[in-house]
């Protein structure tokens, strides 16, 4: 017997990235495919004592149901951090645990979006946010991204011109995909314009803590005026994605809407691992921590660097980001970066084409590469195969295109 599924299950597809992952699960395998924080730097030992703490001395609590809002302490920590680190004054009562950043975009979509309405998003944005949304079949409109971030001129034009514009979404500390960090001025202008009208924007920020070079910038919502800025954060990238400890921060009366749909969707966040995270963060110094990973990241990232510069033809250009987990290559306009996945990956070397990152399905010649997971000599060796196989790519392409234009002579000849 054929079940019949919601219309919405027609357009839905599986994560490239996901399904990427499953072939990386061999450790022959070089990945640069996934978002992943390097499991050597988990601090192991400081959440055993952490996670003894709370099962000593509040187990029955930690172990039990929860309110839908999450773990109060964490909450005014987290509201405490906020507006002494990124200038965002907002109190405990406006910050939700969610489980992973990942629910707070789901969340989003249904408080939002319904079929046909339009989201405004960076060009290319966060294959993740596209999967959470796309559930809720909303029609996409890519702004250009340059080297400072979304170009607001081309985002007010869209503002005035499109219809039904409910949502903006941004990464704009080290962006995922791309790595690109907003300018200051590039986050004013772009709070300055969206606050002429009446649109909600999602501001993703789960890598502003992982800078390695240059000053901390202000977030998007630090200028928000009139509470239409809703900031995620998330412990994912710092601390431990396996807890899927995230956070959104938003005024009410949208964040008592969120917390109605929270309620609905899984009653409430972890309650064990909310209260490991904040007996963590009381007892430790997260700060140290980052520190340790801010040093290895930008090791390897600084190793990824020098492969590229070392191993790839000219003709390819990738970005050198400030912080964050990735960068962004842009290879020859004829080369299809699926094409070279799959020959990547007879080279025991993976990453995720470009084009999943585009909602419409488009610069298929680009690639996302993640330094963080790598350890330095599986790069530097990662990058070699990696450039191989673009180089075989090349050639194939260049003795193509010889014979045609042998062909194309012999045919002049003959005629």
């Not at 070699?384 to 180089?391: I, S, T």
Request: proline letters at 5%.
């Amino acid at each position: 017997m054929a079940i019949q599924l919601a219309r919405r299950m027609e357009g839905l597809k599986a994560s490239d990235v996901r399904e990427i992952l499953k072939v990386t699960q061999s450790g022959e395998v070089i990945s640069f495919a996934g978002g992943l924080p390097a499991p050597e730097l988990f601090p192991v030992k400081d959440l055993a004592a952490a996670t003894q703490k709370v099962l000593e001395q509040e187990g029955q609590k930690a172990l039990q149901y929860s309110t839908t809002e999450g773990y109060l302490p964490l909450r005014e920590i987290l509201a405490d951090r906020m507006e002494k680190r990124c200038g965002i004054r907002t109190t405990a009562d406006e910050v939700l645990i969610t489980t992973g950043s990942q629910q707070a975009l789901d969340l989003t979509g249904k408080l939002l979006l319904d079929e046909g309405d339009t989201v405004l998003c960076e060009s290319p944005t966060y294959v993740g946010a596209i999967a959470a949304l796309n559930v809720f079949c909303p029609r996409w409109v890519e702004i250009p991204t340059d080297d400072e971030g979304m170009d607001v001129e081309a985002l007010q034009r869209r503002l005035e011109n499109c219809d039904r514009i409910k949502l903006i979404y941004v990464v704009p500390n080290f962006q995922n995909p791309t790595g690109i960090t907003w300018s200051l001025e590039r986050r004013r202008r772009f709070a300055e314009v969206v606050m002429r009208h009446s649109v909600a924007v999602v501001e993703d920020n789960p890598y502003g803590d992982l800078r390695f070079e240059g000053i901390p910038l202000p977030p998007i919502k630090s200028f928000d005026t009139k509470g239409q800025v809703v900031y995620l954060g998330t412990f994912s990238k710092i601390l431990s994605p396996g807890m899927r400890i995230g956070w959104l921060t938003a005024a009410r009366p949208l964040y008592d809407k969120y917390v109605i749909l929270k309620q609905g969707g899984d009653l409430h966040t972890s309650t064990l691992s909310q209260m490991q995270v904040a007996a963590y963060l009381e007892s430790f110094e997260i700060d140290q921590h980052l520190a340790r990973m801010r040093a290895v990241y930008r090791e390897r990232r600084d190793a990824m660097i020098r492969a590229l510069e070392k191993e790839m033809p000219r003709c390819v250009s990738f970005s050198r980001p400030a912080g964050g987990l990735f960068l962004w290559v842009e290879l020859p306009g004829h080369l299809d970066a699926r094409e070279l996945l799959r020959r990547s990956l007879e080279l025991r070397v993976a990453f995720v084409p470009g084009g999943s990152f585009y909602p419409k399905g488009n610069k298929e010649n680009t690639l996302r590469l993640n330094y963080s997971n790598m350890p330095v000599t599986r790069i530097e060796e990662g990058i070699r195969r990696l450039a191989q196989a673009v180089k075989e790519m090349l050639d194939a392409g260049a003795l193509t295109a010889r014979q045609e234009a042998g062909g194309a002579k012999l045919n002049r000849a003959q005629a």
